[in-house]
């Protein structure tokens, strides 16, 4: 059974950092795994989608890379703004098509 | 492009009384799924659409959670009767096939009373 941890639950970091978010997975088996961000009260926005295929993928000051074969992917920020302040998702479509989700990542830029 | 649209955005209600929820996907997109969020945790599957056709339904409540999608297009997710432990978040998303990027609506925020 597929599992997506997110570590940690919650970082705080002074704006103008670099910061990296994790998100591991048990099954290789994947078709793509897709970032989001949610803030409070709203919905998912969709960040970045990576294809099982590829390495990495890039958003203005988002980067995202996967590693298939360790279970592993990450959402990099560059130079943060308080505006980055959200919870950041990250979910794996499984060889089912669900979308099994991670617990998520609570981000915190301090002004 | 509009993108999932969602109504209403909040819903109080007493328990055992009914809800609807409704959902408009971006156009064009054949795949359409109901997620319910509790705080703090990620989205729980309720139903995946692929056209008109349910074909992951298993974490559905049956006996008092219902959802149809007619024409293939839009849907609705039903509650009769709602429980307290059903407040929650409700989140329809949409993606142009089953395993495409997924965009989600704004949500409704379901308190049971």
């Known amino acids: 059974k597929q599992e997506v941890t997110q570590i940690p639950a919650a970082l705080s970091v002074p704006e103008g950092e670099n910061l990296v978010l994790n998100c591991s997975f048990t099954d290789s088996a994947i078709y793509n795994l897709q970032w989001f961000r949610q803030d409070p009260g709203k919905g998912l926005t969709s960040l970045l989608l990576i294809q099982s295929s590829q390495r990495e993928q890039t958003s203005g000051r988002l980067n995202a890379s996967l590693d298939k074969s360790s279970g592993r992917s990450t959402l990099y920020i560059a130079a943060s703004q308080p505006g980055d302040s959200a919870t950041y998702l990250c979910?794996?479509?499984?060889?089912?098509?669900?979308?099994?989700w991670g617990a998520g990542t609570k981000l915190i830029i301090k002004p | 492009e509009a993108g999932v649209v969602q109504s209403p955005r909040y819903k109080i209600i007493e328990k055992k009384q009914p809800v609807a929820f409704w959902c408009n996907p971006i156009s064009g997109h054949n795949t359409l799924y109901w997620y319910l969020q509790n705080l703090g945790q990620g989205p729980e599957l309720l139903i995946r659409?692929?056209?008109?056709?349910?074909?992951?339904d298993s974490q559905l409540p049956k006996d008092r959670f219902s959802a149809e999608r007619l024409k293939g297009v839009d849907s609705t997710l039903k509650i009769q009767p709602a429980e307290l432990g059903d407040s929650a978040v409700y989140l329809c998303?949409?993606?142009?096939?089953?395993?495409?990027?997924?965009?989600f609506g704004q949500g409704t925020r379901l308190t049971v009373v």
């Open positions: 979910a794996v479509r499984d060889s089912n098509y669900q979308l099994i």
């Open positions: 659409y692929e056209n008109e056709e349910a074909v992951d």
């Open positions: 998303a949409s993606s142009l096939e089953r395993d495409t990027e997924a965009f």
